[in-house]
């Protein structure tokens, strides 16, 4: 089996074609999309519609995992964005809601003034991890819901106000360089180089945000504009060479995202801050949803072959609504020090894509023939 699995997986990566810019002319970072269907396959999409069946291998990019990895899945594409080129995320509905990048660890803390040019020092209890309490407001909400008091609901970053004055400067921990560690087989090394800290103030100007940014120790600062563009969820900013750069997708266009995560961990009110490898989400606010269907071991492959349209059940996408980790971790086993790791083989998902799609999806793989890491592989099937 792990033979067959690991050459859909090359397969997957021979037929790519790729696409990239220079972000330090175009303010775009580089990314790949990635068509794996073919002439003869019956999920090659085209004019006929959605891709009716496909396997898939995300471009993850092994056990340091460097890609978060955006998948449409009526198209059969992919789009890896290596996933240290942004910092921010400023939404582009009516809302002035903005996002850190939580697959790098960033963390966030509101200081007590308005004043950017103020020489500010770090702080290390603005971090992810076990001592970092959910409750201290220092990350985005897991769930993916923008909404929220800033102290662990909704973004790190309150909404910004209309009122310049509420607009407060945060210290800005940027988190981790994707790691060039070569980790023992079956482990990841997702860290690097610390990426440094920033100061930062975000207020609007008009229908846009105006962001100052800043070295801690610096008296002045630089200013751009975000402008927003409605056929995306953000729009993004790198803070250390301070151009805007491509992230995710069009909204419409991407269903899943395969990535590093900042998530909470433990029981409600006395949750940590906690990092997965090998994380899923949906695409919540593109209108994505998803449910899993349990199974066993003994009846996946039965079970997954027999499930139809007329098995779906609308009722049970109302979690995905508003919360962006239905698939999560919940798709493997382990992964930890001490625990084995492995494909869960006693499910699989429903998911409705953002064009009302529905598929069944189970998953083959989680590691490649060698059991390296950050090699997943998937297939689906549009129900009729």
């Not at 090359?10 to 220079?22: H, L, Q």
């Not at 504009?225 to 151009?243: E, M, P, R, W």
Request: proline residues 4%.
């Amino acid at each position: 089996m792990k033979k067959v699995v690991y050459l859909l997986a090359m397969f997957t990566f021979i037929a790519t074609t790729s696409c990239s810019s220079d972000d330090s002319t175009s303010g775009k970072n580089d990314t790949e999309n990635t068509n794996p269907g073919n002439p003869d396959n019956p999920g090659t999409p085209g004019e006929a519609g959605p891709v009716a069946q496909a396997t898939m291998a995300p471009n993850v990019g092994g056990p340091n995992q460097p890609n978060q990895v955006f998948v449409d899945l009526s198209e059969n594409i992919q789009t890896a964005v290596k996933r240290d080129s942004w910092d921010l995320g400023f939404s582009t509905g009516n809302d002035f809601n903005v996002i850190i990048n939580g697959s790098v660890k960033m963390a966030v803390k509101q200081l007590n003034t308005t004043n950017i040019d103020e020489v500010q020092v770090e702080d290390l209890s603005v971090a992810v991890g076990y001592t970092t309490p959910a409750m201290g407001g220092f990350v985005d909400n897991p769930t993916g819901v923008l909404a929220g008091s800033a102290l662990g609901e909704g973004t790190a970053i309150k909404a910004i106000s209309a009122t310049e004055a509420d607009n407060k400067v945060y210290l800005v921990n940027l988190g981790f360089e994707v790691g060039t560690t070569t980790p023992n087989v079956g482990s990841v090394a997702l860290d690097g180089e610390a990426r440094g800290w920033k100061k930062v103030r975000i207020t609007r100007s008009g229908s846009d945000y105006k962001v100052e940014y800043a070295d801690l120790n610096a008296t002045t600062h630089q200013t751009i504009t975000i402008s927003k563009d409605a056929s995306y969820n953000f729009v993004y900013l790198n803070l250390k060479n301070g151009q805007r750069v491509s992230v995710q997708p069009k909204k419409a266009t991407w269903d899943l995202s395969f990535t590093g995560f900042t998530n909470y961990y433990g029981q409600p009110g006395s949750q940590i801050t906690y990092y997965f490898a090998d994380y899923i989400t949906t695409n919540m606010l593109g209108g994505t949803k998803v449910y899993m269907v349990q199974a066993t071991a003994e009846t996946l492959a039965t079970d997954y072959e027999a499930f139809s349209i007329s098995n779906v059940d609308e009722s049970a996408f109302a979690t995905s609504v508003s919360d962006q980790r239905v698939i999560g971790d919940s798709w493997r086993n382990g992964g930890g020090p001490s625990s084995g790791l492995s494909v869960k083989d006693d499910r699989f998902y429903v998911i409705k894509d953002t064009q009302n799609n529905i598929y069944k999806l189970r998953f083959l793989a989680l590691t490649n023939d060698a059991g390296e890491r950050g090699n997943p592989v998937f297939e689906y099937e549009l129900l009729k």
